[in-house]
Each structure stands twice: as structure tokens, then as C-alpha cells.
């Protein structure tokens, strides 16, 4: 493994159809994701650590903040608008935040993709983030009713032409829906999920962002703490009820047994190269091709810490034969277990 820096924007080939924000923007190769700051789903947490880890992230680099207006409804959006807030305008790091899912009076979630539902998110968003201008905007999930889908993506078109929005994405669209929304106009940005354990994106949607132009931000690199090397069926037992995590299936048999097995044959190798099982964890995503960028989360700054290592490591071939060979073994997530090429800075 090797350590080195650049900004992505040096890292991306020229193309007529190259994204805005490529063009217009050198991001760090992670950034921040601000879920845990809404207070909700995960347990309880301190705004001041909130606070602490976004300014500890602009220190070590980071210029980006990811989050979305239903992350505590709206808190976590007020959180990333109070540490704007305390750092020179010079140093603040651009926002993205996404539209499109609400909670209803009984705290349940659902999805809302109108075009005045999105205009009053927007809104609202901007007022929270105490901001002119959303730096990127995004669709957070899709609706199954392709014109709902492709009218709310008209909407953030809008949303750009009057200046509100700098960029207008994407998020958890499949292939299908991608082509369909950039058939209307340009995507400048896909937001699909990628970890060790969660690799389909690698093989469809990675890709297609790459022929695109469209800038590939991938989320949940550490799989929402599992591949953390702190997790284990203990620490399941002990979430709080009100944790996100009991209801999904990869924490839950046998899922989570072959994801800590896998984490078991990645410890050595971690700790041989001298670095965290999550800087490993984010370095592997960011090894595939079209992956521009990756969001990892920190409740405080010490989190933070543990893999921000991560932007400026290189990983090897090697590394990426023992790695493949543990995810076959061990038979934990699903989706291609090694890039196609050799590994190169992204």
C-alpha cells in the first residue's frame, strides 16, 4: 500500500459529457456523512461531538458535507449549518443534502417526490444550512412510478436554472431510472451504496457514472459499523431499540456471521500495513474505477480519526488478491470482489 493525495478533479478524464461538478470542483476523496448527527436511528448523540467531528474533518481536508433533510428531521441539516456557521466563509465546506422522504405524524418515514413537496424542502433546507445556495442537490430515494421520478428530477432542473441548486443529483437509482433521468438532462452525480458487503454498484451503476460523466459518490463504506472491527453479535444485543440496525438483513443471520467472519481475515492484514480495519474498509472502495468519492460517517472526532487515514492510501494488488479471496471464502455480501483493472490512483 502507498500513501498520495489528489483532488478529483485532477482525476478525471475530459469528456463532452463531463459533469458540472467535476469541472467546477476539486473534492477530497471523502467526505463527511452527517446521518448520526440527526439524533435518530442511532442511538443518542451529542451535538457539540457533531459540531467537533465536522471541524475536525475540515482540518484534516475534508471539503464536503453529506446529509438530508430527514436525518432527524431537519437536525442534522441545523447541526451542518451551526459549524458553517463558526468557520470563516473561506473554509467551509460544500453541503450536499437530498430531498424526497418525510415523516409522518407517527415518526414513520415515507416518499414524497412532487415537485411543490421538493420546492418546499428545498426551502427549508437552505434555511437550516443557513445558505443562498445548495451546492448539490439529490434525489434520496426513488418512487416505483417512473413519471413521479423523472417530474421531481425536472424540478431540480428548475431548482438550478433559479440558482438555488448548484448541482442536482441522484440517489439509490437503479440503471434503469438513471438512464431515464438523464435522457431529460445531465446527471452531475449517482449516490448508490458500496462497502465490502455491499458491492453491486461496482458492477452497473459505478460504471454507467463513468461513462456518464456523472460524478459516483458512494455511501455506508464501513456497512454501518460491521466492518468496523468493533461490531459483534454482543454489541448487537446491546443497541437501544430505537436503532435503525435490528431491522435490516445484514444484521441478522447469516448474514452477520459470514461479515464477521469476513472482518476476522481482514484484521491481520489491516494490522500488517500498519493501518485501522476502516481505513481498509474506505480504501477498497475508493479503488474502483468511477468511485469519485466516498461518505464515511464519525459521531465524534475520535471516530473521525480512525479513518480518515483512508484518502491517502493506495491499495495494492496484493492487498486486492487477499482481500477478493477472504470475500469468496467467506461468502460475506454480494457483488464483484475485485476491480477489473490493476490498482491505480482513482
Excluded at 84 to 90: I, M, V, Y
Excluded at 197 to 219: C, K, N, S
Aim: net charge negative.
Amino acid at each position: 500500500m502507498e500513501r498520495g493525495r489528489r483532488a478529483l478533479e485532477d482525476l478525471v478524464i475530459a469528456s463532452p459529457g463531463r459533469s458540472r461538478l467535476r469541472s467546477s470542483a476539486a473534492l477530497s476523496r471523502i467526505g463527511l456523512g452527517s446521518w448520526v448527527f440527526g439524533r435518530t436511528g442511532w442511538g443518542a448523540q451529542d451535538d457539540r461531538d457533531s459540531i467537533a467531528a465536522i471541524l475536525r474533518a475540515v482540518e484534516h481536508g475534508v471539503n464536503w458535507i453529506d446529509t438530508a433533510a430527514v436525518y432527524g428531521q431537519g437536525h442534522a441539516e441545523h447541526i451542518v449549518g451551526r459549524a458553517l456557521a463558526q468557520l470563516p466563509e473561506g473554509e467551509r465546506p460544500l453541503v450536499f443534502t437530498k430531498c424526497g422522504i418525510l415523516i409522518d405524524a407517527a415518526g414513520d418515514t415515507y416518499h414524497h417526490l412532487s415537485p411543490g413537496s421538493i420546492r418546499a424542502e428545498c426551502e427549508a433546507s437552505l434555511q437550516r444550512l443557513g445558505v443562498e445556495r445548495l451546492d448539490l442537490y439529490q434525489l434520496h430515494w426513488p418512487v416505483s412510478d417512473t413519471e413521479v421520478v423523472e417530474a421531481a428530477w425536472q424540478t431540480l432542473g428548475e431548482l438550478q436554472r433559479e440558482g438555488k441548486v448548484r448541482w442536482a443529483g441522484v440517489s439509490n437509482f437503479d440503471l434503469r431510472l438513471l438512464r431515464r433521468c438523464a435522457a431529460q438532462r445531465q446527471i452531475d452525480s449517482v449516490q448508490p451504496a458500496l462497502s465490502l458487503t455491499h458491492r453491486d454498484a461496482a458492477a452497473e451503476v459505478v460504471p454507467w457514472a463513468a461513462r456518464e460523466g456523472a460524478l459516483a459518490i458512494v455511501y455506508s463504506p464501513l456497512g454501518s459499523g460491521l466492518l468496523t472491527g468493533r461490531f459483534s453479535e454482543q454489541r448487537l444485543r446491546e443497541l437501544p431499540p430505537e436503532d435503525w440496525r435490528w431491522r435490516k438483513a445484514p444484521f441478522q443471520a447469516p448474514q452477520l456471521q459470514r461479515t464477521l467472519e469476513l472482518v476476522e481475515r481482514l484484521r491481520p492484514l489491516a494490522a500488517d500495513a500498519g493501518i485501522s480495519l476502516s481505513e481498509l474498509a474506505i480504501a477498497w472502495t475508493l479503488v474502483w474505477p468511477g468511485v469519485s468519492g466516498v461518505i464515511a460517517g464519525a459521531r465524534d472526532p475520535a471516530q473521525l480519526d480512525e479513518w480518515i487515514g483512508a484518502a491517502e492510501l493506495r491499495l495494492d494488488e496484493s492487498t486486492l488478491d487477499a482481500v477478493a479471496a477472504a470475500l469468496v471464502e467467506t461468502q460475506a455480501g454480494s457483488g464483484p470482489v475485485r476491480p477489473p483493472t490493476a490498482a491505480r490512483p482513482n
